[in-house]
């Protein structure tokens, strides 16, 4: 790692490096770190003390790394584990830094897609229970409703690679009739999870028309540069090398295969034991 002062990057595992993607293209002056927490993936299904648990460590990994803003670009992160570290640990631990989610910025905007004033959300099993989506979007969109449904497969297809194999259209389409079954009327359907766009041609195959399907790259991205605008305490003192680390708790070489794919250029990743 070369130093400076990074924005920091967190996912359980490589989904996260979507947004990554995004916010490297829209803000490329900076400089970045990411870490995907690879051996402890996934965090779906984890409980709220351990995703919380396996969340702080990584973020306290990146402000010993010298980062003093990280995004976590998990929704399970975000959802089970963002509120804590923003009301809890940072006033302890560090309160001159700054821990961001994703599900808020997409909240923001999210019903301003919709005509029917029906959305749904597709994520993990974490994501959903938590219920975090209903809650930010009823704060800015009440008129809209939510319909929330878990697909517990399509992190492990895109995580083993199967993202583009015949298997995995049985899953896609389980879902998508599930909840558009449940819902009829939705018009957005918004992917609450940072692996699903690489499902995004599949997802797109087995939808009607007239149903939008939104990412949260772009969104996210362009969220970021709002906020450092506003915040210029931290924006001032993030260093500016057009620098990327990569970082993974797992293998290396594994992680730099399946990171090139999420990224779309080449990767090449250090080991962290946390």
């Known amino acids: 790692m070369k130093g400076g002062h990074p924005i920091g990057i967190f996912d359980s595992g490589y989904g996260g490096l979507t947004v990554f993607r995004s916010i490297a293209a829209l803000l490329p002056q900076y400089d970045f770190v990411y870490l995907g927490d690879n051996s402890r993936a996934p965090y779906g299904n984890r409980s709220f003390d351990t995703v919380h648990q396996y969340t702080l460590e990584c973020v306290e990994w990146f402000f010993a790394a010298g980062c003093p803003l990280v995004i976590l670009a998990c ?20 309160p001159d830094k700054r821990v961001l989610g994703v599900i808020r910025p997409t909240a923001e905007v999210i019903g301003t897609y919709t005509k029917t004033n029906a959305v749904g959300v597709l994520g993990t099993k974490g994501t959903v229970t938590s219920g975090s ?74 939808l009607p028309p007239g149903i939008t399907v939104v990412t949260q790259g772009d969104i996210v991205a362009h969220s970021l540069a709002d906020y450092l605008q506003r915040h210029s305490e931290i924006e001032s003192i993030l260093t500016r090398n057009g620098d990327m680390s990569f970082y993974t708790t797992d293998d290396t070489a594994d992680f730099d295969v399946h990171a090139t794919t999420f990224f779309g250029r080449e990767v090449r990743s250090g080991h962290v034991h946390l």
């Open 133 to 206: 989506y209903q809650i930010e979007i009823n704060k800015f969109f009440p008129e809209v409703r939510v319909h929330q449904l878990a697909c517990p497969m399509w992190v492990p297809l895109v995580e083993y690679g199967e993202y583009n194999s015949d298997g995995a259209d049985h899953f896609v389409k389980q879902y998508l009739d599930e909840l558009l079954t449940s819902a009829p009327d939705i018009d957005t359907i918004l992917l609450a999870c940072t692996h699903y766009p690489l499902l995004l041609d599949k997802i797109k195959k087995y």
């Open 75 to 94: 929704n399970t992160a975000s959802a089970k584990a963002l509120r804590t570290i923003q009301q809890q640990d940072l006033p302890v631990i560090a």
